[in-house]
T-cell receptor, first 119, second 118 residues
Framework: GAVVSQHPSRVICKSGTSVKIECRSLDFQATTMFWYRQFPKKSLMLMATSNEGSKATYEQGVEKDKFLINHASLTLSTLTVTSAHPEDSSFYIC???????????????FGNGTRLTVT | AQSVAQPEDQVNVAEGNPLTVKCTYSVSGNPYLFWYVQYPNRGLQFLLKYITGDNLVKGSYGFEAEFNKSQTSFHLKKPSALVSDSALYFCAVRDRVDRGSTLGRLYFGRGTQLTVWP
């Protein structure tokens, strides 16, 4: 089955530094990738939608200059948390979709998430 | 607006008993419906989906869900719960209609924590 690899699984960084999270589709071409943030015991909050080769579409209230998303290839999207603060500590999950027009009825494939802790 | 409601934050059931995790949705037109499961510190795993056809959908690990259009519900069920089923369950809906910036987006419920005790 389709596999999405997310790296790193855990990261601890100091306040003010930047952290990059990678999301790779291993056996399919991901036209679209979604980035979610999950707070403890809460649902997933969609942060942004990225389409290969174009700028990401951010959800209302998500700072695009703070959460930089790059989707330069059909198998890789990255989320960079810039100038991280303790309130950015969270669980970040990516998901990927194959060529959209043919996959409306296909489930999204999710990475295993990244636990970010900012000290 | 598209939305999904999971009215229960927590469901507790004894092992061997049947379980139900509730989900209702609100979309324009006919939806694609999904159930996902999340184990601690992991991403979401796909369980099953409803696209069209039979209202009773069978999925992974013995789970099934029943699509009820008149009640706009898609409840997740399992005849006999296992302790290993304990996890966070998410219902999700996806538009069939191209709405521009929301193309392909999944709308998630807030999740239901299922606890199965021995």
């Amino acid at each position: 089955g389709a596999v999405v690899s997310q790296h790193p699984s855990r990261v601890i960084c100091k306040s003010g530094t930047s952290v990059k999270i990678e999301c790779r589709s291993l056996d399919f071409q991901a036209t679209t990738m979604f980035w979610y943030r999950q707070f403890p015991k809460k649902s997933l909050m969609l942060m942004a939608t990225s389409n290969e080769g174009s700028k990401a579409t951010y959800e209302q209230g998500v700072e695009k200059d703070k959460f930089l998303i790059n989707h330069a290839s059909l198998t890789l999207s990255t989320l960079t948390v810039t100038s991280a603060h303790p309130e950015d500590s969270s669980f970040y999950i990516c998901s990927a979709s194959e060529h959209l027009l043919s996959s409306y009825n296909s489930p999204l494939h999710f990475g295993n998430g990244t636990r970010l802790t900012v000290t | 607006a598209q939305s999904v409601a999971q009215p229960e934050d927590q469901v507790n059931v004894a092992e061997g008993n049947p379980l139900t995790v509730k989900c209702t949705y609100s979309v324009s037109g006919n939806p694609y419906l999904f159930w996902y499961v999340q184990y601690p510190n992991r991403g979401l795993q796909f369980l099953l989906k409803y696209i069209t056809g039979d209202n009773l959908v069978k999925g992974s690990y013995g789970f099934e869900a029943e699509f009820n259009k008149s009640q706009t519900s898609f409840h997740l069920k399992k005849p006999s719960a296992l302790v290993s089923d304990s996890a966070l369950y998410f219902c999700a809906v996806r538009d069939r209609v191209d709405r521009g910036s929301t193309l392909g987006r999944l709308y998630f419920g807030r999740g239901t924590q299922l606890t199965v005790w021995p």
